[in-house]
């Protein structure tokens, strides 16, 4: 499925979509170039879920939590970025975090990806003009999940 993303109102409603059939166990992988527009959709989907506030970009921490409540259910947010194997993700107990939880992955190759896993949503994205298009592509469980 092809997205426009123009400008930020539409990642806004693109975000609001996704967090609305988000559970738990599911892993949105966000690729593109650096400037791609991944953290911000990541914010649109955390702020959708119900987070207030600041959505700091997990560079350097690689991790980032939010609870529920106030969220309607936990998330991670990770950018794996700055991993330099992707075992290192298990090493700092991505596992644990997950649990429960849905995972929203900047740089998902990094941490060895996760489209074989049935409750990932891929959605890369591509510069266009002023705004941006997001490829999106959902494992089996997103089947009928996000027309
Ligand atoms: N769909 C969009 N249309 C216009 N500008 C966008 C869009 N998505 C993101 N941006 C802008 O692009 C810049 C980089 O976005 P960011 O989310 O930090 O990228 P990434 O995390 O992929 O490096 C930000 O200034 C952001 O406001
Ligand atoms: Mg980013």
Not at 35 to 43: D, I, M, P, S, V
Request: net charge negative.
């Amino acid at each position: 499925m092809k997205q426009e993303l123009p400008d930020l109102a539409s990642v806004e409603v693109f975000g609001e979509r996704i967090a609305a059939r988000l559970r738990a166990g599911d892993v949105i992988a966000l690729t593109g170039n650096l400037g791609a527009g991944k953290t911000t959709l990541a914010r649109a989907i955390l702020l959708a879920l119900g987070h207030e506030g600041e959505v700091p970009s997990p560079t350097f921490t690689i991790i980032e939590t939010y609870d529920a409540p106030p969220l309607r259910l936990p998330a991670v947010h990770a950018d794996f970025y700055r991993l330099e194997r992707p075992e290192e993700a298990a090493e700092i107990g991505l596992d644990d975090y997950r649990e429960g939880a849905a995972l929203i992955a900047e740089w998902p190759d990094k941490a060895g990806g996760f489209a074989q896993e049935s409750q990932c949503l891929s959605i890369c994205l591509e510069f266009a003009d002023e705004g941006r298009i997001a490829i999106v592509e959902g494992g089996e469980d997103w089947l009928g999940r996000m027309p």
